[in-house]
Protein backbone atom coordinates (compact mmCIF):
# COMPACT_ATOMS: atom_id res chain seq x y z
CA UNK A 1 0.00 0.00 0.00
CA UNK A 2 1.78 3.07 -0.97
CA UNK A 3 2.14 6.11 0.78
CA UNK A 4 2.14 9.70 -0.39
CA UNK A 5 3.53 12.83 1.17
CA UNK A 6 1.28 16.04 -0.40
CA UNK A 7 2.37 19.70 0.39
CA UNK A 8 -1.26 21.22 1.37
CA UNK A 9 -2.10 25.09 1.11
CA UNK A 10 -5.13 26.40 2.46
CA UNK A 11 -7.39 29.28 3.62
CA UNK A 12 -8.59 28.64 7.19
CA UNK A 13 -10.96 31.29 7.38
CA UNK A 14 -14.07 29.17 6.37
CA UNK A 15 -12.93 26.08 8.25
CA UNK A 16 -13.58 24.78 11.57
CA UNK A 17 -9.91 24.21 11.80
CA UNK A 18 -7.84 21.42 10.22
CA UNK A 19 -8.99 18.59 12.11
CA UNK A 20 -12.56 16.32 10.83
CA UNK A 21 -15.45 16.89 13.10
CA UNK A 22 -18.59 15.58 12.85
CA UNK A 23 -21.25 18.05 11.02
CA UNK A 24 -18.68 20.75 10.96
CA UNK A 25 -16.31 21.98 7.58
CA UNK A 26 -13.08 21.27 8.04
CA UNK A 27 -9.38 20.75 5.87
CA UNK A 28 -9.11 17.40 6.73
CA UNK A 29 -13.21 16.42 5.57
CA UNK A 30 -12.22 18.53 2.67
CA UNK A 31 -9.46 16.59 1.14
CA UNK A 32 -10.76 13.48 2.65
CA UNK A 33 -13.92 13.65 0.89
CA UNK A 34 -11.99 14.88 -2.06
CA UNK A 35 -9.75 11.42 -1.83
CA UNK A 36 -13.05 9.36 -1.77
CA UNK A 37 -14.38 11.30 -5.27
CA UNK A 38 -10.99 10.38 -6.69
CA UNK A 39 -10.25 6.75 -5.89
CA UNK A 40 -13.16 5.49 -4.05
CA UNK A 41 -11.58 5.18 -0.86
CA UNK A 42 -12.50 6.30 2.74
CA UNK A 43 -9.52 6.99 4.26
CA UNK A 44 -7.82 9.01 6.88
CA UNK A 45 -4.95 11.66 6.33
CA UNK A 46 -2.93 12.95 9.22
CA UNK A 47 -0.81 15.74 9.01
CA UNK A 48 1.86 17.83 10.89
CA UNK A 49 0.14 20.02 12.86
CA UNK A 50 -3.89 20.74 13.39
CA UNK A 51 -4.12 24.04 12.27
CA UNK A 52 -6.85 26.02 14.76
CA UNK A 53 -10.17 27.29 13.21
CA UNK A 54 -8.97 30.24 10.77
CA UNK A 55 -5.62 29.78 10.38
CA UNK A 56 -3.67 29.51 7.24
CA UNK A 57 -1.23 27.29 5.61
CA UNK A 58 0.71 27.58 2.25
CA UNK A 59 3.29 24.45 3.47
CA UNK A 60 1.13 22.39 5.61
CA UNK A 61 2.19 18.38 4.97
CA UNK A 62 -0.06 15.48 5.19
CA UNK A 63 0.07 12.08 4.40
CA UNK A 64 -2.27 9.07 3.06
CA UNK A 65 -2.25 5.76 2.39
CA UNK A 66 -3.90 4.56 -0.94
CA UNK A 67 -4.98 1.51 -2.33
CA UNK A 68 -3.55 1.43 -5.80
CA UNK A 69 0.28 2.45 -6.92
CA UNK A 70 -1.03 5.44 -8.36
CA UNK A 71 1.50 8.24 -9.86
CA UNK A 72 2.60 10.73 -7.21
CA UNK A 73 1.18 13.58 -10.42
CA UNK A 74 -1.92 11.93 -10.66
CA UNK A 75 -2.35 12.09 -7.29
CA UNK A 76 -1.92 15.44 -7.08
CA UNK A 77 -4.39 16.66 -9.73
CA UNK A 78 -6.98 14.57 -9.17
CA UNK A 79 -7.31 16.19 -5.58
CA UNK A 80 -6.91 19.41 -7.04
CA UNK A 81 -9.72 18.59 -9.51
CA UNK A 82 -12.06 17.63 -6.62
CA UNK A 83 -10.66 20.16 -4.87
CA UNK A 84 -11.52 23.04 -6.99
CA UNK A 85 -14.95 24.72 -5.12
CA UNK A 86 -12.94 24.55 -1.72
CA UNK A 87 -9.91 27.37 -0.89
CA UNK A 88 -7.79 24.37 -0.41
CA UNK A 89 -4.86 23.45 -3.09
CA UNK A 90 -2.09 20.25 -3.41
CA UNK A 91 1.07 21.93 -4.13
CA UNK A 92 3.08 18.93 -4.41
CA UNK A 93 2.83 14.98 -4.33
CA UNK A 94 5.62 12.55 -3.36
CA UNK A 95 5.96 8.98 -2.72
CA UNK A 96 7.09 8.18 0.72
CA UNK A 97 8.62 5.82 2.50
CA UNK A 98 6.18 3.17 4.49
CA UNK A 99 7.76 4.89 7.99
CA UNK A 100 7.53 8.30 7.04
CA UNK A 101 4.76 10.07 8.92
CA UNK A 102 3.84 13.98 8.32
CA UNK A 103 3.56 14.80 12.27
CA UNK A 104 6.01 12.12 14.00
CA UNK A 105 8.69 12.66 10.97
CA UNK A 106 8.82 16.12 11.10
CA UNK A 107 11.88 18.13 12.78
CA UNK A 108 11.07 21.31 12.46
CA UNK A 109 7.39 24.19 11.85
CA UNK A 110 7.58 26.96 11.02
CA UNK A 111 4.82 29.70 11.19
CA UNK A 112 4.77 33.63 10.02
CA UNK A 113 2.00 36.04 11.88
CA UNK A 114 1.45 39.01 9.71
CA UNK A 115 -0.10 42.18 11.62
CA UNK A 116 -1.54 44.84 8.91
CA UNK A 117 -0.61 48.33 10.60
CA UNK A 118 -2.07 51.70 9.31
CA UNK A 119 -4.72 53.41 10.22
CA UNK A 120 -7.26 51.92 7.31
CA UNK A 121 -8.29 48.22 7.66
CA UNK A 122 -7.80 45.55 4.89
CA UNK A 123 -9.47 44.95 1.95
CA UNK A 124 -7.40 42.49 -0.55
CA UNK A 125 -5.63 41.18 2.24
CA UNK A 126 -9.30 40.79 4.46
CA UNK A 127 -9.33 37.48 6.43
CA UNK A 128 -5.22 36.96 6.52
CA UNK A 129 -3.48 39.48 8.68
CA UNK A 130 -4.79 41.03 11.92
CA UNK A 131 -5.29 44.84 11.19
CA UNK A 132 -3.79 47.11 14.22
CA UNK A 133 -4.41 50.80 13.51
CA UNK A 134 -1.82 51.26 16.94
CA UNK A 135 1.61 52.26 15.45
CA UNK A 136 4.00 49.11 16.41
CA UNK A 137 7.72 49.62 17.22
CA UNK A 138 9.14 46.51 15.16
CA UNK A 139 12.29 46.80 16.24
CA UNK A 140 11.10 46.90 20.31
CA UNK A 141 8.49 44.07 19.54
CA UNK A 142 11.79 42.05 17.73
CA UNK A 143 14.02 42.65 20.70
CA UNK A 144 11.66 41.12 23.33
CA UNK A 145 11.25 37.81 20.50
CA UNK A 146 14.77 37.19 21.72
CA UNK A 147 13.50 35.91 25.18
CA UNK A 148 11.89 33.32 23.39
CA UNK A 149 14.69 31.75 21.96
CA UNK A 150 15.77 28.84 23.73
CA UNK A 151 14.51 26.03 26.20
CA UNK A 152 12.02 27.39 28.06
CA UNK A 153 9.01 26.92 30.09
CA UNK A 154 6.00 28.33 27.87
CA UNK A 155 2.78 27.85 30.41
CA UNK A 156 2.03 31.97 30.16
CA UNK A 157 2.28 31.34 26.15
CA UNK A 158 -0.06 27.97 26.19
CA UNK A 159 -3.68 27.74 26.00
CA UNK A 160 -5.62 26.18 28.93
CA UNK A 161 -6.92 23.67 26.67
CA UNK A 162 -3.54 22.36 25.61
CA UNK A 163 -3.05 18.86 26.02
CA UNK A 164 0.57 17.89 25.48
CA UNK A 165 2.42 16.26 28.45
CA UNK A 166 4.54 19.53 29.38
CA UNK A 167 4.97 22.81 28.97
CA UNK A 168 9.02 22.53 28.09
CA UNK A 169 9.55 23.62 24.46
CA UNK A 170 12.57 25.09 22.37
CA UNK A 171 12.18 28.03 20.24
CA UNK A 172 14.79 27.89 17.83
CA UNK A 173 14.12 31.40 16.10
CA UNK A 174 11.96 34.43 17.14
CA UNK A 175 12.18 37.24 14.42
CA UNK A 176 9.78 40.88 13.91
CA UNK A 177 10.23 42.88 10.96
CA UNK A 178 8.35 45.35 9.17
CA UNK A 179 7.77 45.04 5.87
CA UNK A 180 5.91 48.11 4.14
CA UNK A 181 2.34 48.48 6.32
CA UNK A 182 2.79 45.19 7.62
CA UNK A 183 4.56 43.46 11.03
CA UNK A 184 5.59 40.00 10.10
CA UNK A 185 6.56 38.07 13.19
CA UNK A 186 8.42 34.64 12.32
CA UNK A 187 8.81 31.53 14.69
CA UNK A 188 10.05 28.16 14.53
CA UNK A 189 10.70 25.13 16.13
CA UNK A 190 10.24 21.22 16.21
CA UNK A 191 6.69 21.49 17.89
CA UNK A 192 4.52 24.24 19.78
CA UNK A 193 1.71 24.08 22.41
CA UNK A 194 -1.49 25.02 21.42
CA UNK A 195 -2.30 28.44 20.37
CA UNK A 196 1.21 29.26 21.78
CA UNK A 197 1.94 31.54 18.73
CA UNK A 198 -0.89 33.26 18.97
CA UNK A 199 -0.42 33.76 22.58
CA UNK A 200 3.03 34.69 21.99
CA UNK A 201 2.25 37.62 19.34
CA UNK A 202 -0.58 39.17 21.62
CA UNK A 203 2.01 39.86 23.78
CA UNK A 204 4.59 40.85 21.08
CA UNK A 205 2.10 43.79 20.32
CA UNK A 206 1.58 44.82 23.89
CA UNK A 207 5.23 45.39 23.51
CA UNK A 208 5.09 47.11 19.84
CA UNK A 209 2.17 49.54 21.40
CA UNK A 210 4.54 50.50 24.10
CA UNK A 211 2.38 49.10 26.92
CA UNK A 212 5.05 46.74 27.77
CA UNK A 213 8.16 46.67 28.24
CA UNK A 214 11.39 43.99 27.30
CA UNK A 215 11.60 43.44 30.95
CA UNK A 216 7.66 43.37 31.15
CA UNK A 217 7.40 40.94 28.09
CA UNK A 218 10.48 38.44 29.81
CA UNK A 219 9.08 38.55 33.38
CA UNK A 220 5.70 37.29 31.74
CA UNK A 221 7.77 34.54 30.16
CA UNK A 222 9.18 33.89 33.47
CA UNK A 223 6.32 33.85 35.54
CA UNK A 224 4.90 30.63 33.85
CA UNK A 225 1.57 31.74 34.92
CA UNK A 226 -1.41 32.04 31.81
CA UNK A 227 -2.71 34.56 33.73
CA UNK A 228 0.41 36.96 32.99
CA UNK A 229 -0.18 36.36 29.39
CA UNK A 230 -1.28 39.67 27.20
CA UNK A 231 -4.27 39.62 24.66
CA UNK A 232 -4.24 36.82 22.51
CA UNK A 233 -3.96 37.41 19.01
CA UNK A 234 -6.92 36.62 16.57
CA UNK A 235 -6.17 33.19 13.84
CA UNK A 236 -6.67 35.55 11.10
CA UNK A 237 -2.97 36.51 10.49
CA UNK A 238 -1.46 33.23 11.58
CA UNK A 239 -0.12 30.83 8.47
CA UNK A 240 2.15 27.16 8.51
CA UNK A 241 4.45 28.45 6.11
CA UNK A 242 6.57 25.28 6.07
CA UNK A 243 7.37 21.85 7.58
CA UNK A 244 10.82 20.63 7.94
CA UNK A 245 12.10 16.66 7.75
CA UNK A 246 15.20 15.06 7.97
CA UNK A 247 16.28 13.72 4.47
CA UNK A 248 16.30 9.92 5.74
CA UNK A 249 12.99 10.38 6.10
CA UNK A 250 11.73 11.34 2.59
CA UNK A 251 13.80 8.30 0.93
Known amino acids: MPRYRLTVEYDGGPYCGFQAQADLPTVQGAIETALTAFCGERVRIHAAGRTDTGVHASGQVIHVDL ?3 WPAAVVMNALNAHLVRQ ?12 DFHARFSATGRHYLYRILNRPGPAALERGRVWHVKTPLDAGAMHAASQELVGRHDFT ?13 KTLDMAGVVGVAEEIHI ?3 ARSFLHRQVRSMVGSLVEVGKGRWSEADFAAALAAADRTACGP ?20
Open 232 to 251: VAPATGLCLVGVDYDENALK
Open 67 to 69: AKD
Open 156 to 168: TFRDAACQAKSPV
Open 87 to 98: PVAVRAAAVAPD
Open 186 to 188: AFS
